[in-house]
């Protein structure tokens, strides 16, 4: 399973984006999607995640509200709403898949990873 996360760029803070994560390979049997981010310096931190069959979502406090995460109708492409984005959105945006084992916040226990997607907000 190949996963590649694109739609990143630089937007003004109050602005929005859309990133998009894209799997392909095998059919695609991962159990919950996630992004997660980080920034220059910092580690890598949850920001949203989705159990695939359901489609429950969940959120960092630091973004509920203003981000969204979906999926398309054949459950191939997850997305990533960015709304009212704020300079310490700034990072780069990783969308990755996990199997029902370990916990939706920790990036180790997601298997599979995209490239990564860089994100600016500025002020």
């Known amino acids: 399973v190949q996963l590649q996360a694109f739609g990143g760029g630089l937007v003004q803070a109050g602005g929005s984006l859309r990133l998009s994560c894209a799997a392909s390979?095998?059919?695609?049997?991962?159990?919950?999607m996630g992004w997660f981010r980080q920034a220059p310096g910092k580690e890598r931190e949850f920001v949203a995640a989705?159990?695939?069959?359901?489609?429950?979502?969940y959120y960092a406090d630091s973004v509920k509200g203003r981000f969204t995460i979906s999926r398309d109708n054949a459950k191939t492409t997850v997305y990533l709403q960015m709304n009212s984005l704020k300079a310490e959105d700034t990072a780069v945006y990783y969308c990755?898949?996990?199997?029902?084992?370990?916990?939706?916040?920790?990036?180790?226990?997601?298997?599979?990873w995209g490239q990564g997607t860089e994100v600016t907000v500025s002020s």
């Open positions: 990755a898949g996990k199997d029902y084992t370990g916990s939706l916040y920790v990036a180790r226990a997601y298997i599979y």
């Open positions: 390979g095998r059919p695609f049997s991962s159990y919950a």
């Open positions: 989705m159990i695939w069959s359901g489609g429950t979502t």
